[in-house]
């Protein structure tokens, strides 16, 4: 139900893949530090709100590309993500962007030049990822994309309405 992620290794000459790393959440970032480290960022859903991000640690055979231990946190932080990271050349410094998204959906009137818009407000309650997609036809109701739930789906909520119908959900993606 989850978007996740999977990392594979293969042999440049063929050969069947070997999975490295495979998770139900997303990884915003991985790097691959000199000693053969896989160093990655997990998306960690919080109860309530956006989650946060973790830094997690694996150490892969460079000559195989197997897995050599387990993967192992090694931060616990919250409120916030990381990606973008880069090491230094002997692997003991990391540098990375941290983040934070809120995200809010907004419908505003336009007015009839289209220069200016006014009298916006919140549209969509909840502090999920809800990308507006498409209106309907008539302009009443408005589609979009949003991961409410812990699964991503495709919504619609019309004008005046305080909660969306589910349209089509991510197994169905």
Not at 75 to 86: A, D, K, L, V
Request: glycine share 10%.
């Amino acid at each position: 139900d989850k978007l996740g992620a999977r990392f594979v290794n293969r042999d440049l000459e063929g050969g069947v893949p070997i999975v490295i790393l495979e998770s139900a959440e997303a990884i915003p970032d991985v790097s691959w530090l000199p000693d053969g480290r896989l160093l990655y960022s997990k998306w960690e859903p919080a109860v309530i709100g956006n989650g946060n991000c973790n830094f997690w640690q694996m150490r892969v055979d460079g000559h195989t590309g197997r897995q050599l231990e387990r993967p192992r946190q090694l931060t616990s932080w919250s409120g916030f993500c990381m990606s973008g990271s880069s090491s230094t050349a002997d692997g003991k410094k990391v540098a990375f962007l941290k983040w934070t998204s809120h995200f809010a959906t907004y419908v505003a009137q336009l007015d009839g030049s289209g220069g200016r818009i006014a009298s916006s407000k919140r549209f969509t309650l909840s502090e999920t990822f809800d990308q507006p997609l498409d209106w309907t036809p008539d302009g009443k109701t408005l589609i979009f994309l949003s991961n409410r739930r812990g699964s991503t789906g495709f919504y619609k909520q019309s004008l005046g309405e305080e909660s969306p119908h589910l349209l089509l959900a991510s197994e169905s993606v």
